[in-house]
């Protein structure tokens, strides 16, 4: 699979955070930048220096052309 960070939908993002808020309040997760919340949630991984959505990462903040363009 050859995703990168341009694959991602930043909506997408915004949206996991928010549910996540509401599911546990206290947690620290949604108050990171997108990159390291993505990596923390191993979402995106490094591969040859570049950084690259996971399946788990394209399935739930991928555009859907790219999920699509991938997955197919």
């Known amino acids: 699979m050859e995703s990168t960070i341009e694959d991602i939908n930043v909506l997408a993002i915004y ?4 549910k996540l808020k509401m599911r546990d309040p206290k947690s620290s ?3 990171l930048e997108n990159m390291p919340f993505l990596r923390d949630l191993e979402m995106v991984k490094e591969g040859e220096g570049v950084d690259r959505l996971t399946v788990a990462g394209l399935l739930f903040v991928g555009k ?3 999920i699509n363009r991938l997955l197919a």
């Open 15 to 18: 949206n996991l955070k928010e």
């Open 29 to 31: 997760l949604p108050e």
């Open 64 to 66: 859907k052309t790219e």
